[in-house]
């Protein structure tokens, strides 16, 4: 979900049991005041949709086969001009477009392990990775053994940020329903886990609005030559603002936290699984 060049849409992915598709709601100045909607085969699912702030393209998530991989895809506001940009036997999913470097794309990464039979039994832990999409280079943000990072997005100060979680350590045999369940972790917000999230929302709700999601799981900032720095615990969501401020969710509540360390409330939101900054 990230505001478009084009005419100022919001495009963002949608998804049930038999279909998904990728949907745009039309910016203020939108010639037309439909919602625009582009729904592949039913066996193709788009998902984290981000548009690129001064080229009409969409970056995306794509998932074809039914053991849960994905990878990273770039696209017209109308779906013309498919183009599949990273590959593997992987889940790559959060792509974001680094400003100042428009052929440039952060995502999250992790590769699937399988057994003997070629099914899916374990999922290593996420890194973030960066694309050249002009020379096809690929590098190595940020990477750990214990720990996921998550959702990758740059700050209007150059650096890099994500979320970091403990790695599961997951290498039990697993079904293949059972592992698209455990590959829906909160990042996505997709079917099970939101199931999940609203039953939980409804029974933690409140002017409180405690979180869902443990303490262990952090906005990070990544400096150059430095271990990640914590800037803020229990975080479900984040995005950051032009300005250069941090919007974080705890999956109740929406809080701003600003340049400077001054964090406020904003509102409670149950359920809340994605943030998206449109403004200052």
């Known amino acids: 979900l990230r505001r478009a060049s084009y005419a100022g849409a919001l495009p963002h992915s949608l998804e049930s049991d038999d279909m998904g598709g990728l949907l745009a709601w039309p910016g203020a100045v939108a010639a037309s005041r ?22 009409q393209e969409v970056a995306v998530s794509v ?28 889940v790559d999913l959060a792509p974001h477009w680094v400003a100042g470097r428009p052929r440039t794309l952060l995502f999250q990464s992790a590769g699937i392990g399988r057994n003997a039979s070629g099914e899916p039994v374990s999922l290593a832990p996420f890194s973030i990775e960066q694309i050249d999409l002009e020379t096809g ?32 350590g997951r290498t039990a045999a697993m079904r ?10 909160p990042v996505q917000g997709v079917r099970a886990l939101w199931r999940w999230l609203r039953k939980a929302a409804a029974r933690l709700g409140g002017e409180d609005a405690p979180g869902l999601v443990s303490k262990r799981w952090e906005l990070v900032c990544h400096r150059p030559g430095a271990e990640p720095r914590p800037l803020a615990r229990a975080v479900l969501a984040f995005d950051i603002t032009p300005d250069g401020a941090f919007l974080v969710s705890n999956g109740n509540a929406v809080d701003r936290i600003d340049p400077d360390g001054t964090r406020r409330r904003l509102c409670t939101a149950p359920g809340l699984t994605q943030l998206v900054a449109l403004g200052g």
């Open 34 to 55: 439909e919602e625009q909607r582009l729904f592949p085969p039913s066996h193709v699912r788009f998902g984290s949709p981000e548009a690129h702030a001064e080229r």
């Open 176 to 185: 293949t329903s059972a592992l698209r369940d455990f590959l829906a972790a």
């Open 63 to 90: 998932s074809v086969d039914p053991d849960g991989s994905s990878q990273i895809a770039v696209m017209g506001p109308d779906g013309s001009g498919l183009l599949q940009v990273t590959e593997g036997d992987s």
């Open 137 to 168: 280079k690929l590098t190595t943000r940020a990477e750990s053994p214990r720990f996921d990072y998550l959702c990758p997005r740059v700050g209007p100060d150059g650096l890099l940020y994500s979320l970091r979680r403990p790695w599961s």
